[in-house]
């Protein structure tokens, strides 16, 4: 089950979700608002699912960067977002997908238990200019059912990530 709008807010009051930094104004009637983080790294060469990749981190300027169709952008959320309670799904908004952009390309959910600034698979249909901190797209909290298991707790590939995060695909694959 979805949680509504007003049911974020409480849950943040009770700190059974913590959104850094929340803005209560960015809670729309079924999710939260995020943002756009300050940096972002590009990959335009070849991927190997076996390899790790190589992206080049760039700051995205106050006044904008021009991405590209055909590159790989890893982005990351401007908050950190976290719950023990609810799963998490990321997804862009209608106002970005309208102009063309993917904000992931197969990876919306986010784990009970996993406190974390998103990392973002971005592509573009056109070449599209994108500005920090700007609204990017929705995060909705599910109601589970079952019993809970935290994602820190069973030592999965992420749980230590603090920001923009590579594939580890190929660390399985040695
Ligand atoms: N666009 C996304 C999607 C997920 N995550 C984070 C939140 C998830 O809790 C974690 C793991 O997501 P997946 O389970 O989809 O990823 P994997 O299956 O590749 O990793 P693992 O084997 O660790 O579950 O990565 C992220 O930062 N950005």
């Given at each position: 089950?979805?949680?509504?709008?007003?049911?974020?807010?409480?849950?943040?009051?009770?700190?059974?979700?913590?959104?850094?930094?929340?803005?209560?104004?960015?809670?729309?009637?079924?999710?939260?608002?995020?943002?756009l983080?300050?940096?972002?790294?590009?990959?335009?060469?070849?991927?190997?699912?076996?390899?790790?990749?190589?992206?080049?981190?760039?700051?995205?300027?106050?006044?904008?960067?021009e991405l590209?169709p055909?590159?790989?952008?890893?982005?990351?959320?401007?908050?950190?977002?976290?719950?023990?309670?609810?799963?998490?799904?990321?997804?862009g908004d209608h106002s970005l997908g309208a102009l063309g952009v993917w904000v992931?390309?197969?990876?919306?959910?986010?784990?009970?238990?996993?406190?974390?600034?998103?990392?973002?698979?971005i592509r573009v249909a056109r070449r599209t200019r994108i500005y920090?901190?700007m609204t990017f797209g929705?995060?909705?909290?599910?109601?589970?059912?079952?019993?809970?298991?935290?994602?820190?707790?069973?030592?999965?590939?992420?749980?230590?990530?603090?920001?923009?995060?590579?594939?580890?695909?190929?660390?399985?694959?040695?």
């Amino acid at each position: 089950m979805i949680l509504t709008g007003p049911e974020i807010r409480n849950a943040v009051s009770s700190g059974d979700i913590t959104i850094v930094p929340y803005d209560a104004g960015r809670v729309s009637p079924n999710a939260y608002d995020w943002r756009l983080g300050d940096t972002i790294q590009v990959c335009d060469s070849d991927l190997d699912a076996a390899r790790p990749s190589t992206f080049v981190e760039k700051v995205i300027p106050p006044d904008g960067m021009e991405l590209q169709p055909g590159n790989l952008y890893l982005g990351v959320t401007h908050e950190r977002t976290h719950s023990e309670l609810y799963a998490q799904l990321i997804n862009g908004d209608h106002s970005l997908g309208a102009l063309g952009v993917w904000v992931h390309v197969s990876a919306p959910l986010g784990h009970t238990g996993h406190g974390i600034r998103w990392t973002l698979e971005i592509r573009v249909a056109r070449r599209t200019r994108i500005y920090p901190r700007m609204t990017f797209g929705k995060i909705i909290f599910l109601r589970t059912s079952g019993a809970i298991v935290s994602y820190q707790d069973i030592g999965q590939k992420y749980v230590a990530s603090t920001g923009i995060d590579v594939s580890r695909l190929y660390e399985e694959m040695r």
